[in-house]
């Protein structure tokens, strides 16, 4: 999430990539290491990408407040504990709580998970989203640098077979245009 904090007038940590490709029977998530303040790096090798769930069959990235991604992969695990691993019922309920939970509805983040066979992204407005292109090829990306990642994925797509490469790539893509973005990248594969 890329907030200058105007309205609050204080520094907001800035922006990063995240990016979830789902292709040839593999998903992948990648991401940047940076946090930023203002115009500064403070960490440029944070981990942003994780693998959660029992097993870690379930792998997320998140941008935004740290605390608060970290809070709401919390609130996913115990989701898909009480819904014994199934992804999209534990998002839908995670995201039920996240709009309507006084405390959860002020949590600023986005977030991309996966398992082997969903890939979604989950927003503080209580949307679940699942990216368009079916069974053959799903792209979606958050965070500052997203839309260069989702350009670039979307562009190298159509040549490329792996989906980790195609991640990696487009991540190269968003660090070199994204300055709050950089190329110390964090992949998870199911």
Same mark, same amino acid.
């Given at each position: 999430?890329?907030?200058?904090? =105007?309205?609050?007038?204080?520094?907001? !940590?800035?922006?990063?990539?995240?990016?979830?490709?789902?292709?040839?029977?593999?998903? +992948?998530?990648?991401g940047d290491g940076q946090v930023s303040m203002g115009?500064?790096?403070?960490k440029p090798n944070a981990?942003?990408?994780?693998?959660i769930g029992e097993g870690g069959k379930v792998i997320g990235g998140f941008a935004g407040a740290t605390a608060d991604a970290f809070t709401l992969f919390e609130r996913l695990e115990r989701k898909l504990e009480q819904y014994r691993g199934q992804l999209m019922r534990? =998002?839908?309920?995670?995201?039920?709580? !996240?709009?309507?939970?006084?405390?959860?509805?002020?949590?600023e983040a986005l977030m991309i +998970?996966?398992?082997?066979?969903?890939?979604?992204?989950?927003?503080?407005?209580g949307d679940v989203l699942e990216p368009e292109g079916g069974t053959d090829s799903q792209i979606t990306a958050i965070g500052s640098g997203?839309?260069?990642?989702?350009?670039?994925?979307?562009?190298?797509?159509?040549?490329?077979?792996?989906?980790?490469?195609i991640a990696r790539k487009a991540m190269r893509v968003a660090a070199d245009i994204c300055v709050f973005t950089n190329d110390r990248v964090t992949v998870e594969t199911v």
């Open positions: 999430m890329n907030n200058d904090g =105007a309205s609050h007038g204080l520094i907001q !940590w800035h922006g990063t990539t995240i990016i979830g490709v789902r292709k040839g029977g593999k998903t +992948v998530i990648a115009n500064t790096v403070m981990r942003k990408v994780r693998r534990a =998002a839908v309920e995670l995201a039920k709580d !996240w709009r309507t939970d006084k405390y959860l509805r002020n949590l +998970v996966a398992d082997a066979e969903t890939l979604l992204v989950l927003t503080g407005n997203g839309n260069y990642a989702l350009a670039a994925a979307r562009a190298i797509d159509g040549y490329e077979e792996d989906a980790e490469q």
